[in-house]
């Protein structure tokens, strides 16, 4: 019912930046938001988090350098991602979940975006 389509992957230089965008097809007010990535051969990571509320969480990885933020009026979330690394490039998941407590009762996810740091 909510279809997220991902935008802003590219290649970038280390120490570069890129801002990733999520819009969503609806309402985003009542979700969770967040960023996920793989690269080849490795699992499926939780990069960043946002809750309904605004409440914010960081792999330890990215943390002071990638933010997470959410624009509910336009039903859209953003990964803006600094000093980028080698070891960031990968395919960035945008993730929607409804929730009753600890309950996932929904997911929703993009098409995914490459993301590739290389000089």
């Known amino acids: 019912q909510v279809q997220l389509v991902e935008s802003g992957g590219g290649l970038v230089q280390p120490g570069g930046s890129l801002r990733l965008s999520c819009a969503a097809s609806?309402?985003?007010?009542?979700?969770?938001m967040g960023w996920y990535r793989q690269a080849p051969g490795k699992q499926r990571e939780l990069v960043a988090a946002i809750t309904n509320g605004g409440n914010t969480n960081y792999a330890d990885s990215v943390k002071e350098r990638f933010t997470i933020s959410r624009d509910n009026a336009k039903n859209t979330v953003y990964l803006q991602m600094n000093s980028l690394k080698p070891e960031d490039t990968a395919v960035y998941y945008c993730?929607?979940?409804?929730?009753?407590?600890?309950?996932?009762?929904?997911?929703?996810w993009g098409q995914g975006t490459q993301v590739t740091v290389s000089s």
């Open positions: 993730n929607a979940g409804l929730f009753r407590g600890l309950q996932r009762l929904r997911d929703y």
């Open positions: 609806g309402s985003i007010v009542s979700l969770n």
